[in-house]
């Protein structure tokens, strides 16, 4: 009898032994589930727009709109509206992906720690949001963007206008 129960006592660790490693596995499994949900919200990221004016130079206005065809494909396509034309491109997925994930990068503390007064300068809005009529819509500007703002805390919302520009097959040059 005495052996019975040591075996059956056995049995018991080894069980829980198992459900400990089942506890661990599963508790890392929700984990994974958990933060690949959290960081994968930016692809609801359904409509990203940038708008440029230049205060200077008559029908200077550029808007370049970046949509999600349907809501139920994964397929996006930017229109770019100029004074002079109007044009529509396809966008490929991994373009797009890698461009929500530059959009969350910038940092709203970063649009308003440089300051700066320039006369007759540009306006370079953008904007995205979660559907393309809705009030759920955030918008970064900045007054006087240039090339040049690589080093300062605008970086990342040029490098943001400049990866929507090669999208829209322009480059900031033609802003």
């Not at 069980?15 to 933060?35: D, G």
């Not at 229109?79 to 109007?86: D, F, G, H, L, R």
């Not at 940092?107 to 300068?121: F, H, Q, T």
């Amino acid at each position: 009898m005495y052996d019975f129960v040591r075996h059956i006592n056995k049995l018991w660790a080894i069980f829980e032994q198992h459900c400990t490693i089942m506890r661990y596995f599963l508790t890392l499994i929700l984990i994974l589930s958990f933060t690949t949900n959290f960081y994968s919200q930016d692809s609801n990221l359904n409509f990203i727009r940038l708008s440029y004016s230049h205060s200077a130079i008559s029908e200077s206005k550029i808007d370049i709109f970046i949509n999600k065809d349907s809501p139920n494909k994964n397929h996006f396509f930017v229109s770019v509206i100029t004074s002079e034309s109007q044009k529509k491109y396809s966008i490929e997925n991994k373009k797009m992906l890698e461009l929500k994930e530059a959009i969350i990068k910038i940092s709203p503390s970063d649009i308003i720690k440089e300051n700066r007064m320039c006369l007759d300068g540009s306006d370079t809005e953008i904007s995205f949001s979660n559907s393309v009529v809705g009030n759920t819509e955030v918008k970064y500007s900045v007054h006087c963007l240039s090339s040049q703002d690589d080093k300062t805390a605008w970086k990342d919302f040029l490098n943001v206008v400049n990866m929507i520009l090669d999208i829209a097959k322009m480059k900031f040059t033609d802003l």
